[in-house]
């Protein structure tokens, strides 16, 4: 169903309109690629890229200030160690990510610069879903009876 989604989208790019990508969610972080990967099946890597930046910020209304590397505009930025115009799953390959002036790295978000500092625990990592025992791991499960 996707390269349906994504023909249709490129239809209307073509057509003067714009497109955009966006997750719901669920995964959050590889959401946004998927999305890309999906929009690549019907258009060409840089157009695929245009459509997640460009295209998006003019969906926020915020086309003036970010979407794009322009003078006076916002720039956070993610360097990747390989290049998406090769093959548009690399934009996962992350090396680096620039927000509001701090470096982090890509694998373990720790801030590399102005100030290294360890990211620490992983705010969205459920300990519990990560045991391999039957102990409950949720209000259902204890609820049962299940200990």
């Known amino acids: 169903m996707f390269p349906f989604i994504a023909m249709g989208m490129a239809d209307v790019i073509e057509y003067g309109g714009f497109g955009a990508i ?6 959050h ?23 997640a930046t460009m295209h998006g910020a003019r969906f926020l209304g915020m086309h ?3 979407g794009s590397l322009e003078v006076g505009k916002i720039a956070d930025l993610v360097v990747l160690n390989a290049n998406p115009l090769d093959d548009i799953r690399n934009t996962a390959d992350i090396r680096y990510v ?7 790295d890509g694998d373990t978000l720790n801030e590399l610069w102005p100030v290294p500092r ?3 625990p992983y705010p969205w990592v459920d300990e519990d879903m990560l ?4 102990r409950p791991i949720g ?5 049962r009876g299940r200990r």
């Open 22 to 27: 966006g997750s719901h969610g669920q995964h």
């Open 118 to 120: 360890a990211y620490g």
């Open 131 to 134: 045991r391999d025992d039957d």
């Open 98 to 104: 620039m927000k509001a002036g701090t470096l982090y």
């Open 64 to 66: 003036e200030d970010i």
């Open 29 to 51: 972080g590889i959401g946004s690629h998927w999305e890309m990967w999906m929009v690549a099946t019907a258009m060409s890597p840089m157009q695929t890229l245009e459509v």
């Open 139 to 143: 209000w259902w499960d204890a609820r």
